[in-house]
């Protein structure tokens, strides 16, 4: 009997301790995203204003670039740090990722990059969680769990999905596998950080119409099958073409300051050749068109090159909202085609392109859940199995481990 | 590019292979379980037409065990020799196993035993995908998988959650992990599973409302935590209760049948004693006294003794079912004493007792999306995760391995 208080003596102990800690990290990480959130919409309004700003993006990144160069230390692995610290590495995750990362991406939309935002907040999620671990002085073990935390803090609150958010975190660092030893904290962490964001703050989120779902039937189902397929195959031509450029830019322009003035100019002329600037930022606006039905089919690729090129010029911010972007477009064009209600079709494309990249099924069904309901859970589930499927093993993330291969 | 090409060829042929024979899986486990669930409506209703075929319970618990002594093989394992079979163990699944548990179940059911029927419809799914692994001479690895595909299609189609069924099967075999290898497959037989027990069969199933979800508050909070700890611990007193029962029964009466005998009588002696039959059984008309607030405190204990008293005596049946009612029954004896909703806590008991017996939070939260929707997913997953962490390493599941530890 003894032995068995002991255990619950010290299961109370690891709820209190992690209620703590994974809570302050929701704080921290949920008041972080709050005005990361904040900036972002200024930040796109005042682009818009004064349409001269995008000339200043090659003088952006090359601040930004410089700033990593200078003080960076190794801030400038991103996500793939946390992953790796996350999986037990010892490298320490330095706290000034959390300004430069809210920096960079600011720059990076406020002068029209085209790039996304869970990464930033996922970081800064990461760097406080770094924080609290050296304060309380928390041995490995807890380290990683504490890590765990930032980035389901960040991703939950970022995006206004905690459970999603706490699945992620457990789900991204290896391929194939959830394990969920950090569930408890993950989710504090993620719940309290969407509470801050959305409660404490008061900043809501964006909120898309799945419409009426089809009836089930063997036909639907193909059609879904096929346009998973394609979610799947697009986000491998995402990462693929991301890691590429990023690897080309380095190799033309070792210097990362001329890299992004580079970079930057690229964009430049990308927009005046494509003869709009709505493939600029983090794209809801692109999103919204996709819901509605009023993309052309050519969108979904233009808005992936103007994504790629940004980050692989090195530009800051995450990749997520532009996969929304890129996979709803993609869906909405693919449901006239296939003769599928469009925002159905839109809300797959959304998840699925997403799901390939990131490679985390069971929390992008998950968030597909949270912000679609569960009508369509059906159709999310195969979407996002079938994505993960078709993506191999690539993703944007290349530090993440392959737990258990794919087939 | 061949590389890649092959890759790609490699998972169409993946995924055609085993949308041929998971789907076989599907056909025969949602056939058998659409049979399975019309045989238990005629069992209960016939038990209540007769009440005198309680006074049988001995003699049909005594044929039973003579049938699994004298023919049942390694049958007499049930779902734990699925779980091991799924980890790569090389003792053959016997296809007797199907018509024993059968019958076996349908016995229990029509004599008055209290037991459930998601191990007579998870062990017909597993001896049926190890006879198509057979005749398909399948190797290890896809032998594995296809195991995991009996077990999901048989939970999927006999709950009718075919999207917890996939995940189920995947996060039963260890505690704290989901291996992502079989998803497809299992989604398939599931999916497949669920459709032929429903739409080809016409077997429908039962729905429960979860009425109004109550808005967040810290308070809300805090009982259902307390409510969610109860229901862990609920759920380890029903496993390690069985367990014991089991063994003393065993050490009490080594000769099966005489062991059978003496549980049956033991049944009937409490029948009398708690003066009402409606223990018996799945426990049906209890989750529907439970969602309308009409069980007494110690409804959720006597059902649970009641089942563990059957099952210890070596009945065939599974657990889930009574695990729902005496979650469901639970959760609306608290409903009442902490001032909450009763559908809305009868729903979080029925989810989360089941969550701590089986040690797969994750399937039971999907669970709990597609029977009561997505409106109470932040609960459920609350409750999930701290019923998960509450149950500790114990589980109905023996042959669960440890995959990671949960604190």
New interface residues.
């Given amino acids: 009997m003894s032995k068995t208080q002991n255990?619950?003596l010290?299961?109370f102990f690891?709820?209190i301790k992690w209620a703590v800690l994974a809570g302050l990290v929701g704080l921290l990480a949920g008041s972080a995203s709050a005005f990361f959130l904040v900036s972002l919409k200024w930040a796109a309004e005042t682009r818009e204003t004064y349409s001269w700003f995008l000339f200043l993006l090659p003088f952006g990144g090359m601040l930004v670039s410089f700033l990593y160069w200078k003080y960076g230390l190794n801030s400038a692995k991103g996500n793939n740090l946390l992953i790796e610290q996350a999986h037990g590495a010892k490298e320490s995750i330095p706290f000034r990722m959390a300004p430069l990362v809210l920096f960079g991406t600011i720059v990076t939309h406020l002068f029209g990059g085209s790039a996304g935002r869970e990464g930033t907040a996922v970081q800064m999620g990461g760097a406080f969680s770094e924080l609290i671990g050296k304060l309380f002085k928390l041995d490995e073990v807890d380290r990683k769990i504490i890590i765990i935390c930032g980035i389901s803090s960040g991703f939950g609150s970022v995006f206004g999905t905690?459970?999603a958010g706490?699945?992620f975190g457990l789900e991204v660092l290896a391929?194939?596998?959830?394990?969920?030893?950090a569930?408890?904290p993950a989710?504090i962490a993620a719940?309290v950080g969407d509470i801050v964001t959305t409660t404490v703050w008061g900043v809501g989120h964006h909120h898309y119409e799945i419409g009426t779902i089809p009836s089930l039937s063997a036909l639907l189902l193909l059609k879904i099958l096929f346009a998973a397929i394609l979610f799947g195959l697009t986000s491998t031509l995402f990462s693929e073409l991301t890691h590429w450029l990023k690897k080309q830019y380095t190799k033309l322009f070792p210097n990362p300051m001329l890299k992004s003035f580079v970079g930057g100019l690229v964009i430049i002329g990308l927009v005046y050749i494509v003869g709009t600037r709505k493939y600029l930022g983090l794209g809801i606006p692109l999103i919204d068109d996709a819901f509605e039905g009023e993309v052309s089919p050519l969108t979904f690729i233009t808005k992936l090159l103007f994504t790629s090129l940004t980050l692989g010029a090195g530009y800051q911010g995450g990749e997520v909202t532009p996969l929304f972007a890129i996979g709803s477009t993609l869906g909405s064009s693919l449901g006239d085609i296939l003769q599928v209600s469009i925002p159905f079709l839109a809300a797959l494309g959304f998840i699925g392109v997403f799901c390939g990249a990131t490679n985390t099924?069971?929390a992008c069904f998950i968030m597909g859940?949270?912000l679609f309901?569960?009508e369509a859970?059906?159709y999310l589930?195969?979407v996002c199995?079938?994505s993960?499927?078709?993506s191999?093993h690539t993703g944007i993330y290349t530090s993440q481990q392959i737990?258990?291969?794919?087939?």
Avoid: D
């Avoid at 391929?175 to 030893?181: D, M, P, T, V, Y």
């Avoid at 737990?403 to 087939?407: E, R």
């Fill in positions: 255990i619950y010290y299961l690891f709820l905690p459970l706490t699945v391929l194939g596998l959830i394990r969920h030893e569930i408890f989710f719940f099924p069971i859940i949270e309901g569960s859970s059906l589930f195969l199995i079938i993960y499927l078709f191999g737990g258990v291969s794919k087939s």
